[in-house]
């Protein structure tokens, strides 16, 4: 697949309304290479870079970026090669053990994710592992509820990227450690769902170590002539796949040493 833009301007601006449509109003739409099938990977990342500046002018404030699609069993479960990257607003944030509504959201999933909070800016490209532990103020566990905007879960790579990534809320909690206190290769996370265990994992399925995801996410942010500025927060993708839950549902991510964060469901 080509990474050059092939939308016009009009298409970019009508494929975010349609995006924004469904993400706001929490309904379906069919993937957007049905109507564009030339679309590149390039062209889903100018109508998600269209749908930030939309939010952002609503009065959203921009807080971090998560990776998405990082884990072998993520790009298995999606069919994709490459991890992709969306941004994340204050609007999305929910606090620790708070009740989350479903009913403004059309397939919430929850993944568990580390996620880094940066004290200096990075750019790309050639971020490194390191460059990302040196930038990094502290990491703590968070929960990622994900929801896909497209009939029947079913996309690709630069439907899901318009699609911001499949964002939609995100829960961080636990408690935040140094990454040099940490092996974060390593860490075991096991997540629960209404008491029982639904999936486990370790940190090394994100690409190997998770903050290789981060750099991997500022080389992206370098190709869009973006850097990641400092006090940002970041996620480094899902560990596990991607579990679905419905109103009635309570969920628990824990982690070795990072403490566990929570979640319920409500209508």
Known sequence: MSNELTLSREDIVRLCERVEGAQRRAYAIPKLTDEYPAMTVADGYAVQAELRRRYLAQGHKLVGWKAGLTSKAKMQQMGVN??????????????ENSAVKTSDMVHPRVECEVAFVTRKTLKGPGCTRQDVLDATDYVLP?????????????????????????????????RARYPGDV?????????????????????AAVLGHPADAIALLVDILAEQGEEL???????SGGITEAIAVKPGDSVV???????????????
């Open 253 to 267: 991510a824990r982690f070795q040493e990072l403490g566990s964060v929570s979640v319920r469901f409500v209508e």
């Open 183 to 203: 092996d974060l290769r390593t860490l075991g996370v096991v997540l629960e769902k209404n008491g029982e265990m639904v999936a486990m994992g370790a940190s």
């Open 229 to 235: 500025p400092a006090g940002s927060f970041v996620m």
């Open 142 to 174: 968070a929960i990622e509820i994900i929801d896909s905007r497209f009939s029947g879960f079913k996309f690709d790579l630069p439907s899901v990227i318009a699609d911001n990534g499949s964002s939609a809320r995100y829960v961080g909690g636990g």
């Open 82 to 95: 490459v991890p992709s990257i969306g941004f994340l607003t204050d609007r999305m944030a929910r606090p």
